[in-house]
């Protein structure tokens, strides 16, 4: 079905792909793993026919004995279904106009894809599904064009280990030829024909049993920084009064309440892991602290001082206090400025910091990050996701907040990157609330985890307590399989 040999992908200052060949039976799963930067991206694109701007491409493609690929052969699946979804227009339309282009119907795709087909459905617009519903509405976009081969990149970033379970059911009862992008190993163990391991562009090693057994360093390293909850946890001696106090805080989100007297207190120098499902809840509650987000009742406090519920109404001392910073780190920088000039700012305006004194500050946090002045200078697109995310955590602690709040910051980050990114916060001093779906990465770093489902704590408690005895069906659910690591629930 398809056959790749001696692909190369080349720009003028360094080389993406370099003789990277592999086969994948009609039906079957190849997944592609791999840090960051690995070519994963780049040889999947090639499967699309396409090239980042600014390249060359050589080697032999064939899907399905041609090439190029007639149009609708090879579908595709991006990491963020948002990118590809028009929020303008609502779910039915843009279904249907597919469908009369490519001769198919759309209950089938639909149903493929595990999605209602009824008419409350097909009058929704896209914001209004959770982001497990939006993967699924791009697949079922892919399958209006009857693919022969369906290209994967990242498909279930940032969700939670039930939608995550959910979906890896879905592309494995397709029948089509799939290629799987992904960090998430247990998603690779659970899909997965054949996986291939790439760095720097080029096959290190290749096989069914690479992540059990693998026979390289860079694999073992690979496998070795996956995060386990069932990994023993270390209980940290905290002061007891809090420095964060929420108070049965309530907030709505686009008209519903979305969150319902919420009550919280994390210490100082404490780690709070936030999980639960998506549309639980969870973010709303941080971006309500982070005066992201007005709330309607209860309150918040940072070592005793009040904060407004409404953002706009924080001062510039408030907004000090507590420092957010997002899954998407590369939508929360300028596209057109340097990244070492954004970072500087942070000091300019929260702490009236002259000009040359931020930037001082700015190449100073960025190097503790791990990222050198040569890196930083340049403008986001230079830089990996991991950069940006360490970028970003050196632009909050720029202004040297007392809460530091890290909403999904590991999500999309392949294991070694991960564990780079938890090993920086683990050195900070303060206090930190941490959102993740993935309580392997919550395991690593939280002293305490709260459960969130449909806006209340439903179980909250030391970590090594609510992660190896879990209370609340939900939590057992969240948990999967594990603490063993056989692969992911369904």
Not at 366 to 371: D, I
């Amino acid at each position: 079905m398809i056959e790749v040999v001696d692909l190369r992908v080349r720009s003028a200052a360094r080389t993406l792909v370099d003789g990277v060949g592999f086969t994948v039976a009609e039906g079957r799963v190849l997944a592609l793993v791999g840090a960051s930067g690995s070519g994963k991206t780049t040889t999947g694109l090639a499967l699309l026919g396409e090239h980042p701007p600014g390249t060359e491409v050589s080697g032999t493609i064939r899907v399905a004995g041609t090439w190029p690929a007639p149009p609708g052969t090879v579908g595709y699946i991006p990491q963020h279904p948002s990118s590809v979804l028009n929020p303008a227009r609502r779910i039915g339309p843009v279904l249907r106009a597919i469908a009369r282009l490519h001769g198919t119907r759309v209950p089938g795709a639909l149903d493929a894809a595990r999605l209602p087909a009824d008419r409350a459905f097909l009058r929704r617009f896209p914001h209004q599904l959770s982001g497990g519903q939006q993967q699924r509405l791009v697949l079922a976009q892919a399958l209006l064009t009857s693919p022969k081969v369906i290209v994967a990149d990242e498909p279930t970033t940032g969700q939670d280990a039930i939608t995550r379970g959910e979906l890896v059911e879905t592309l494995r009862g397709l029948g089509v030829t799939l290629v799987l992008l992904s960090h998430d190993l247990d998603v690779v163990r659970a899909l997965a024909d054949e996986i291939v391991v790439l760095r720097d562009g080029q096959i290190t090693e290749s096989g069914r049993t690479v992540l059990d057994a693998p026979r390289g360093d860079y694999a073992r390293a690979l496998v070795s920084a996956q995060p386990d909850p069932a990994a023993p946890l270390t209980a940290r001696s905290l002061p007891e009064a809090p420095r964060l106090r929420i108070c049965d805080l309530t907030a709505a989100y686009r008209g519903r309440t979305a969150v319902h007297q919420v009550s919280l207190d994390v210490a100082e120098g404490e780690r709070l892991g936030v999980v639960g499902r998506s549309g639980s809840g969870k973010t709303t509650l941080a971006r309500c602290v982070a005066g992201l987000h007005p709330w309607t009742g209860g309150g918040v406090a940072v070592d005793g001082v009040p904060l407004p519920s409404r953002p706009r109404r924080r001062t510039r001392e408030h907004r000090t206090l507590v420092q957010y910073v997002f899954q998407d780190a590369r939508a929360s920088f300028d596209p057109w400025r340097p990244v070492d000039e954004q970072v500087a700012r942070t000091a300019v305006r929260l702490r009236d910091a002259p000009p040359g004194q931020a930037r001082a500050e700015a190449l100073e946090s960025l190097e503790r990050m791990g990222l050198d002045a040569s890196v930083a200078r340049h403008r986001p697109h230079r830089l990996s996701g991991g950069e940006l995310q360490r970028a970003a955590l050196a632009r909050a602690l720029l202004a040297r907040p007392r809460v530091l709040i890290c909403d999904e910051i590991t999500s999309g980050l392949d294991t070694l990157t991960q564990a780079t990114i938890l090993d920086l916060l683990a050195e900070l001093d303060l206090t930190l609330v941490f959102i993740s779906h993935d309580l392997g990465v919550v395991a690593r770093i939280a002293d305490r985890v709260a459960v969130v489902h449909e806006g209340r704590v439903v179980e909250h408690g030391p970590a090594g307590q609510v992660l190896r005895s879990p209370g609340h069906p939900l939590t057992k659910a969240l948990l999967g399989d594990h603490p063993t690591r056989t692969g992911v629930t369904t």
